[in-house]
C-alpha cells in the first residue's frame, strides 16, 4: 500500500508563492517518478512537473516552467513543488502521484494518487 499525502495549498495573491508538499507511505519512495498534476474545475487534469527516482531528470509543463520547482528527499520520503510568480490561472486542486513506469505527462500512467490541496491565486 502506497498513501500520498499532500499539504501546502491555501489561496494567495497573484504574484505570490506556495510551497506543495506530498508525504508518501512505505519505505520505497525512491522507487518511484513522482508528479504534480492539477485540475482546475470544469477542466481534465493537466500534467504540471514530474521528478524521476533518481531526482536527476525532471519535466515541467510548458505553463509553469521557469515559476515552479519540483523536487525530492527520498529519506523523507517528501516530494516538493514550490510555487512562484503565480497566476490566477493556475488555481486548481494540486494532486501528487507516483509510479514505477510512468509517461511522464500522462496521468493515467501513474498508480499512486493523493487526495489534492486547493490552490487558489486571486487577482
Known amino acids: 500500500q502506497v498513501q500520498l499525502a499532500e499539504s501546502g495549498g491555501g489561496l494567495v495573491q497573484a504574484g505570490g508563492s506556495l510551497r506543495l508538499s506530498c508525504a508518501a507511505s512505505g519505505r520505497t519512495f525512491s522507487s518511484y517518478a513522482m508528479g504534480w498534476f492539477r485540475q482546475a474545475p470544469g477542466k481534465e487534469r493537466e500534467f504540471v512537473a514530474t521528478?524521476?527516482?533518481?531526482?536527476?531528470?525532471?519535466f515541467y509543463a510548458d505553463s509553469v516552467k521557469g515559476r515552479f520547482t519540483i523536487s525530492r528527499d527520498n529519506a523523507k520520503n517528501t516530494v516538493y513543488l514550490q510555487m512562484n510568480s503565480l497566476k490566477p490561472e493556475d488555481t486548481a486542486v494540486y494532486y501528487c502521484a507516483g509510479g514505477v513506469s510512468v509517461s511522464v505527462g500522462n496521468p493515467r500512467t501513474y498508480e499512486y494518487w493523493g487526495q489534492g490541496t486547493q490552490v487558489t491565486v486571486s487577482s
Open positions: 521528478i524521476t527516482r533518481s531526482g536527476v531528470s525532471i
